[in-house]
């Protein structure tokens, strides 16, 4: 079953706006990551925090973690058209082998 | 960060023919390596863990008979699509971790059509 679901599905903002999507997921989890996908490209590392964190920051990233209600969310601050993108959380736990299960991604746009 | 490569990353074949598609660390050792299928505007669906020295493991529904995976080096897996069909036409991806529970270091991707 699929571990991550990520909303919206979609986003468009215009540049120098915040650009905020969201992660669900169902079991219990070691980490959650966040990945970045340009159209017909690998995955780029993001941010990786650990379930006993609640907050990170990475440059314009800033992600939580709210292990209670099972969910993360991923926030762009003063985003930039190269920040046009599919992003893509990803947890790992005992329930899935220490596999990396990804959720179904946000499309973001951004207007120049 | 750690490099991944993936070879090749665009490749169109005769349906019924096979298609090799290669991943590598480049600079640190993958004693486990993952492989993935994307379907276009989807996520990324875990097709096998390809563990070195020992054989694949697969997710449900993915035939091994298919989708055959070497990981003979701690630097090189291989995914062999064998007997290609027009519907195995996909984005497939791999990534390899440096040490568990940690990130994931991903290749390029090979878009494979299959006519």
């Known amino acids: 079953s699929q571990q991550g679901e990520e909303d919206p599905q979609a986003l468009s903002i215009q540049e120098g706006e915040n650009a905020t999507m969201n992660c669900s997921y169902k079991?219990?989890?070691?980490?959650l990551q966040w990945y970045r996908q340009n159209s017909g490209r690998g995955l780029v590392h993001l941010i990786l925090i650990r379930s006993n964190e609640r907050e990170k920051h990475s440059g314009r990233l800033r992600v939580t973690l709210d292990t209670s209600k099972k969910s993360s969310s991923l926030l762009i601050t003063a985003s930039r058209a190269a920040d046009t993108a599919s992003y893509f959380c990803?947890?790992?736990?005992?329930?899935?082998?220490?596999?990396?299960?990804f959720g179904g991604g946000t499309r973001v746009l951004v207007k120049p | 960060g750690a490099v991944v490569s993936q070879h090749p990353s665009r490749v169109i074949c005769k349906s019924g023919t096979s298609v090799k598609i290669e991943c590598r660390s480049l600079?640190?050792?993958?004693?486990?390596m993952f492989w993935y299928r994307q379907f276009p505007k989807q996520s990324l669906m875990l097709m096998a863990t390809s563990n070195e020295g020992s054989k694949a493991t697969y997710e449900q529904g993915v035939e091994k008979d298919k989708f055959l995976i070497n990981h003979a080096s701690l630097t090189l897996s291989t995914l062999t699509v064998t007997s290609a069909h027009p519907e195995d036409s996909s984005f497939y991806i791999c990534s390899a971790t440096i040490r568990s529970n940690t990130e994931a270091f991903f290749g390029q991707g090979t878009r494979l059509t299959v006519v």
């Open positions: 600079d640190f050792q993958a004693t486990t």
């Open positions: 990803a947890t790992d736990g005992k329930a899935a082998g220490n596999k990396l299960t």
């Open positions: 079991t219990s989890i070691n980490n």
